[in-house]
């Protein structure tokens, strides 16, 4: 007489997705992507009814050598590198990396009076933002016909 083994439940092969909240808090928790230019500079934004101010955590760079601000199309772009080396004795150091950041600017911004000042390793851009933006503009739609002309 032979004896059967108990029938073993059948384990997937592939595990449980995490739950999706999870994938975001991840996700959040990431440092800075890397660009092809460099690291992304960390930003603070601050918005208020006729000024965008943006804050730039850029310690330990010479604005005037190391960071190049400009603006195209309605972008801000924000380049710095840094380059440090210490020397001590037959020992030396260095420290080194660019860093990337650009962000859209908002309707009205004038990118003709953009200022930027830096103390204590902040760049600070301030752009003014007139209230006189280009309005919203609607776009007819026109109907066509199987013939390809056009009706209105």
């Given amino acids: 007489m032979s004896t059967l083994s108990p029938r073993q439940a059948i384990m997937p092969t592939w595990p ?9 808090a ?14 992304m500079i960390r930003v603070e934004e601050h918005f208020a009814e006729d000024c965008y101010t943006i804050k730039a955590e850029l310690p330990g760079v010479d604005p005037a050598k190391d960071v190049d601000i ?3 199309d309605g972008m801000l ?21 660019s860093f990337y950041r650009s962000m859209p600017l908002p309707p009205g911004a004038k990118e003709d009076d953009i ?38």
């Fill in 26 to 39: 991840r996700f959040e928790s990431m440092p800075p992507w890397k660009s092809l230019e460099g690291h």
């Fill in 115 to 152: 200022d930027a000042t830096y103390g204590d390793g902040i760049l600070t851009v301030t752009v003014p933002v007139s209230e006189s933006a280009t309005p919203e503009r609607h776009v007819e739609i026109t109907k066509t016909t199987s013939a390809g002309s056009s009706e209105s």
């Fill in 70 to 72: 400009s603006v195209r």
């Fill in 77 to 97: 772009t924000i380049k710095a590198e840094r380059s440090e080396k210490h020397k001590e004795g037959t020992r030396s150091e260095f420290h080194y990396g």
């Fill in 16 to 24: 449980a997705l995490p739950d999706w909240s999870d994938l975001v």
